[in-house]
């Protein structure tokens, strides 16, 4: 079931900069499943901007809801000024998470501010030592909330800060999927090139893969078809209500 509350900002912190937030709010009574998402519109602003903006549930705890994202527009910037107090209407949670066995291998796969709907995935796992975590970042690790995972995952990062460093990482990309696609489930969430790429490999190697699309949306809840994706039989489909979680085989990319 989908609510729509009011919220109060807790608090607001910064990571290695300005355009990189930590949002905790006033935790809703809800039950959410990682890869699930909220839409965000402040009180305060009025009729302008006019739509909400979505994010990928980082972490939900009796203490906050957490919502981690960076500064790339406007709508974006203007959360950035918010601060301890300000309400923020919230809806959600929204869309279909991942779909995991915790009793099972796990390899996730997540770049940049696709690290986000992994942070709770993490910390609530039964058996976060059967978890493998592989993250490719542009920026300092800093930036993001990579320590937040707990110690008992096996995680690794990679920076790219070259094209050689990208050719390297795809290449370490394949390999990963590869060697871990008789193993367990593969789970992927970040940029659209990304997950192009890791798309390719899981087909290429018949994985078991989930990716999580992060394609703009408007309404959030199926109306404006502003999210909407392709499926294996070229049809339209809306990312937030039959996503944003989806096989690899069920979509193109």
């Not at 305060?44 to 009796?62: H, M, Q, V």
């Not at 501010?113 to 592989?134: C, D, Q, S, V």
Request: glycine residues 8%; proline residues 6%; charged residues 20%.
């Amino acid at each position: 079931m989908n609510h729509c509350l009011d919220l109060k900002i807790k608090h607001i912190d910064f990571s290695c900069s300005q355009d990189f937030c930590h949002l905790y709010l006033e935790p809703p009574d809800w039950q959410f499943t990682p890869g699930q998402f909220v839409m965000l519109r402040p009180t305060a602003w009025g009729k302008d901007p006019l739509w909400p903006r979505p994010f990928s549930i980082c972490e939900l705890t009796s203490d906050y809801l957490h919502i981690f994202f960076q500064v790339v527009g406007r709508g974006t910037e203007l959360l950035s000024y918010l601060t301890k107090g300000d309400r923020i209407t919230v809806w959600g949670p929204l869309g279909k998470g991942f779909s995991i066995d915790q009793n099972k291998p796990l390899l996730i796969i997540a770049g940049g501010m696709g690290l986000a709907p992994f942070i709770g995935l993490t910390r609530t796992h039964k058996r976060p030592e059967l978890i493998n975590f592989l993250f490719g970042h542009r920026l300092n690790i800093s930036c993001y909330p990579f320590d937040l995972i707990p110690e008992q995952v096996k995680k690794e990062h990679k920076q790219q800060e070259s094209e050689q460093d990208l050719k390297y990482f795809e290449q370490y990309l394949r390999l990963r999927i590869q060697d871990f696609a008789s193993k367990g489930t593969i789970l992927a969430c970040g940029p659209y090139p990304f997950l192009k790429v890791v798309h390719r490999f899981a087909l290429e190697f018949n994985a078991r893969v989930q990716v999580s699309l992060e394609n703009k949306m408007a309404c959030g809840i199926g109306a404006c078809l502003g999210c909407v994706t392709k499926n294996k039989n070229d049809d339209y489909i809306q990312t937030c209500t039959l996503g944003p979680v989806f096989w690899a085989d069920e979509i193109k990319i």
